[in-house]
């Protein structure tokens, strides 16, 4: 955790969130690499091993993903690192989120906005998967570690067995050392 980030530093963190905000397709963790990048490897407030506690922290407590925002922001600079993540990455989407589902509503029917909800599914999913590999960034070079993300995948492609179980192994078997 890095203390004593200046009024400046802080104001600069709102701002980046305020910009990431509206890139969050497919939720705030879909942010997570430009997130890493500007927190880890441009700013140096956190290290890696820091920035993917916080992240695999917030996973694992109930709520929206949204929290690893705040959890990112308290690790950087307490608790008004936590308050302008968190308003930085909320205003922007929620305001338009609100604006749009309005104007979408009125216009469902339209092609344009039909293929527009077409093209944003592509782009999550591109997303989400560069957040994947970001955070399995420690164990990629570990066979041990692609054998539990694979069998991760299986379980929550084949049964409705809540993630929060594979987070739970995913940390005995971080506990015992295996990865």
Request: overall charge positive.
């Amino acid at each position: 955790m890095s203390d004593g980030l200046t009024n400046a530093d802080l104001l600069s963190l709102f701002g980046h969130f305020l910009m990431l905000s509206l890139l969050a397709i497919g939720g705030a963790i879909s942010t997570a690499p430009d997130v890493h990048r500007y927190v880890v490897t441009e700013r140096g407030w956190l290290t890696d091993a820091e920035f993917t506690t916080s992240i695999a922290l917030a996973q694992a407590a109930p709520g929206p993903n949204l929290l690893f925002v705040a959890v990112v922001g308290w690790n950087v600079a307490g608790p008004m690192g936590a308050a302008v993540t968190m308003f930085g990455i909320m205003l922007p989407s929620t305001t338009l989120a609100l604006w749009a589902t309005r104007w979408r509503n009125q216009r469902r029917e339209a092609r344009g906005v039909r293929a527009f909800s077409a093209g944003m599914a592509p782009i999550t999913v591109g997303l989400v998967l560069a957040t994947a590999w970001l955070l399995a960034e420690p164990t990629r070079e570990q066979p041990v570690g692609w054998a539990l993300m694979l069998l991760t995948v299986v379980v929550m492609l084949k049964t409705r067995l809540s993630p929060i179980w594979m987070i739970a192994v995913g940390a005995v078997v971080g506990a015992m050392g295996w990865i």
